[in-house]
């Protein structure tokens, strides 16, 4: 008990005095899933939208794919993230594995599924007339494409949200093509196992804090803009 | 008399099932052309063909745009932003009341649209709950939205679904007051559905009266009231006719 209120302490302290190796790994968190989430988005949303309103053969089995992505256990993708880019591997000769760039596409393999299929759902949910409608007061397909997913934006944003949520807590896949190198692809999540294991509780307490607060921001964000943008 | 629709030989057919079937149909420039009929009978389907939203099963429905005729398939979007429909059932953007009239402007990429907006608003009596948004608002209110929406874009041709139906006295008589006047003073042609009777004796140049997917008459409003060709329209239009 002594221990762990002595670790909560120091934690904290480390959190408010900046420590340069906290301010890194969660600096580098930060942008490994930002960017990993950007490019889920581009791909994602535009793919989500499309599905949901496309009337394709295949449509059915790619759905079933997507799906299945979503509950994906991500240490599976990153397993084929790591023989991809393995020396031996299709792409090895990027030279990816072991560095962000890696991690980064490991991340975007896992939250891509997630954006494309709540992308569909909440354009799925949008009353179905609507495109018809727009339509018949002059609106090109696209224009009327676009209203559409307009109409969807809080369904989406909630799906980006939870896309966050699940990369910037992953451990096994980045753990597994990023190799947890000091100072070059350590994250918070890996950090925390290593330091645990080392027992350096404060600094694992400290980096399990910012963690947590980083996904709690990203959902109050949310809850706030919710209201706000259903009146946009 | 300029032709603004003809259609020849239309049938719509869904899962096998013709619910129009239209051999010859013209409705002209200027017209309140009137469809009525009971419920199921197709008045629906035949306007959004005229509409140029589907594309009839077998036959042809034309629109004559100024440029020249034009079918679902060949319909540019400068021909069917001619034409500007209003639903049975408004779906409305969630968005304020003010957003929805300026959508169909906002897609032709017209930027001043402030004052035609408003005066569109003005002319459903909704322009104090321009800044409402739809949820808050009734199914009459929606109505007159959808109504305004349309409106605002001084469409040539403006088909109406039932504009009426969700509506109390007081505001069937607005929008009944706006449809003549945008025939009369602007010339804009109007495809009326209604299953009012009445409604059609006061607003139509011309009544038709669909029956299970077929027009069984179409005449000028006194013949159809008064001399109607069909015994069908005579009962129906007494109120006789039972389904
Ligand atoms: N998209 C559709 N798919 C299947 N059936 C339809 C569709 N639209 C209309 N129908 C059917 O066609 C018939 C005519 O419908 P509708 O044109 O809406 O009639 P009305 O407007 O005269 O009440 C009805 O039996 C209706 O169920
Ligand atoms: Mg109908």
């Known amino acids: 008990m002594q221990t762990i209120i002595e670790a909560i302490a120091q934690a904290i302290q480390l959190i408010l005095t900046l420590d340069p190796v906290v301010v890194e790994i969660a600096g580098r968190t930060l942008l490994v899933t930002s960017i990993a989430l950007s490019i889920s988005m581009v791909v994602g949303v535009p793919a989500g939208a499309w599905l949901a309103v496309a009337r394709v053969p295949g449509k059915k089995l790619f ?30 000769d990027l030279g990816w594995l072991f560095t962000i760039r890696a991690m980064v596409v490991a991340q975007v393999i896992i939250a891509t599924p997630l954006v494309v299929g709540v992308t569909m759902s909440a354009v799925l949910a949008v009353e179905p007339a609507l495109f018809f409608q727009l339509r018949a007061l002059g609106a090109t ?19 980006l949200v939870a896309g966050f949520g699940s990369i910037i807590s992953e451990v096994g896949a980045v753990m597994l093509v990023g190799g947890n190198i ?4 350590r994250v918070l999540t890996t950090a925390i196992v290593l330091e645990t294991r080392k027992g350096n509780f404060d600094l ?29 | 008399m300029t032709a603004v629709f003809s259609v020849q030989n ?36 035949l306007l959004r063909l005229l509409a140029l939203l589907e594309t009839p099963s077998t036959g042809t429905v034309r629109y004559h745009a100024p440029a020249g005729p034009v079918t679902h398939d060949s319909a540019t979007i400068e021909d069917r932003r001619q034409l500007a429909m209003v639903f049975q059932r408004p779906a409305l953007l969630s ?35 321009a800044g ?11 109505q007159r939205v959808a109504v305004a929406r349309a409106l605002v874009l001084e469409p040539r041709v403006l088909l109406l679904d039932e504009p009426t139906a969700n509506l109390d006295p007081t505001n069937v008589r607005i929008i009944e007051d706006l449809i003549t006047e945008q025939n009369r003073d602007f010339g804009t042609t109007i495809v009326l559905v209604t299953h009012n009777i009445f409604q059609a004796r006061r607003l139509a140049t011309r009544v038709a009266l669909l029956i299970e997917g077929r027009i069984v ?10 001399d109607p060709t069909d015994p069908r329209t005579r009962a129906f239009v007494s109120g006789d006719l039972i389904y």
């Open chain 2, 217 to 226: 008459e179409n005449s000028p409003t006194e013949v159809f009231f008064d």
């Open chain 1, 182 to 185: 000091d100072g070059s692809t």
């Open chain 2, 132 to 142: 409402q948004n739809p949820q808050q608002l009734s199914g009459g209110e929606m």
């Open chain 2, 10 to 45: 239309a049938r719509k057919t869904y899962n096998r099932r013709t619910v129009l079937d239209v051999p010859e149909l013209t409705i002209h420039a200027g017209e309140v052309f009137t469809l009525v009929g009971p419920s199921g009978a197709g008045k629906s389907t």
């Open chain 2, 95 to 129: 968005r304020s009341v003010y957003h929805n009239v300026a959508y169909g402007l906002r897609v032709r990429g017209s930027r001043n649209g402030h004052q035609r907006i408003t005066t569109a608003l003005e002319r459903v009596a909704m322009q104090p709950l």
């Open chain 1, 63 to 92: 759905t079933a794919f997507i799906y299945t992505g979503m509950g994906m256990p991500p240490v599976v993708a990153g397993l084929a993230v790591y023989l991809l880019l393995s020396r031996a591997g299709p792409l090895g």
């Open chain 1, 141 to 159: 397909r696209l224009q009327a494409r676009l209203a559409v997913l307009y109409e969807a934006r809080v369904g989406v944003i909630v799906g």
């Open chain 1, 204 to 232: 694992a307490l400290a980096l399990g804090i910012i963690l947590l607060g980083l996904s709690f921001m990203a959902n109050l964000g949310m809850a706030l803009g919710q209201g706000r943008l259903q009146h946009l």
